[in-house]
């Protein structure tokens, strides 16, 4: 559903990703770890189109996001750290408003069940967005996924600043979106949350994948430890090696 291939882009002389090769398949939770500047925010950029790739490409869906940028869309959803929302309308005022700019119309009713489903209630839906917490400005954008049928979602750091108990929310909506055969994209810093939702996770550093691990096979600390020896350049095959004894 998503792929990307040699997918690259520098500005001026930093290179921000580097011969990126990543492919996301629908029912599939990839989570990208990094540390700050690693390139996860350009790699989701790059497939909404957002910016242009130096080299390489990205395809969503088959289609090449340099060709087909406003087809590619469609098949989208994005989830950035902070859903904006026209504060002065409420929870259904913005859906109703997301979704006409995507070409989609729904009764009310449908409106509200999009967001009960996404898990807002509907007292805060009919409230305005100004008074929304972090948590539900993010059930937004998780019932515009759910609205345009999206088939593939990109989060980029969607759980910072969520309390344990929104966090946990999110991570169920998304399991629910990959069991209904989402293709999904999230970066995170949350090494935890990553293994408990993640079926891949990748470790970018400087602008390139380093690793790509299968979550069933590790545990949280593994993959912790796993992250930091690639981020002080020690070897990661001891820990690997005692995760498969
Ligand atoms: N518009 C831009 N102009 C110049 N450099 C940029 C631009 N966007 C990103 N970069 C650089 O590209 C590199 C990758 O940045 P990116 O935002 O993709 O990292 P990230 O992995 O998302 O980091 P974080 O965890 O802090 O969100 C960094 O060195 C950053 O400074
Ligand atoms: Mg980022």
Redesign the pocket.
């Known amino acids: 559903m998503l792929e990307a291939k040699q997918l690259t ?1 520098t ?2 002389n ?1 290179t ?2 580097d011969r990126l090769d990543l492919r996301v398949e629908a029912g599939e939770i990839i989570c ?1 770890l ?12 790059l497939f909404l189109g957002f ?1 242009e790739p130096t080299a390489g490409n990205a395809f969503v869906n088959g289609l090449n996001v340099r060709n087909a940028a406003l087809e590619t869309k469609k098949y989208l959803a994005y989830i950035p750290e902070q859903v904006a929302l026209y504060p002065q309308l409420s929870g259904i005022e913005n859906l109703n408003y997301f979704l006409r700019l995507a070409g989609i119309r729904k009764s009310r009713s449908d409106l509200i069940a999009v967001l009960i489903e996404a898990g807002l209630d509907e007292t805060s839906a009919t409230r305005r967005a100004s008074s929304y917490s972090k948590g539900m400005r993010q059930k937004i954008g998780i019932a515009i996924a759910l609205a345009k049928n999206a088939k593939a979602l990109l989060l ?2 969607p759980l910072s600043g969520l309390d344990p108990s929104a966090a946990n929310t999110l991570c169920k909506s998304l399991l629910q979106l990959r069991d209904d055969g989402h293709a999904i994209l999230m ?1 995170t ?1 949350d090494v935890f949350r990553a293994k408990e939702i993640g079926t891949r996770i990748g470790i ?1 550093k400087a ?1 390139k994948l380093v690793d790509d691990l299968d979550a069933s096979l590790l545990d949280a600390r593994e993959i912790e430890q796993i992250y930091l020896a690639h981020m002080h350049d020690s070897n990661v095959t001891d820990i690997r090696s005692g995760a498969a004894a």
């Open positions: 882009k500005f001026d930093v921000a990703l990208l990094g540390a700050n500047g690693a390139g996860k925010t350009t790699t989701i950029n910016l980029d750091e970066a810093h970018m602008g």
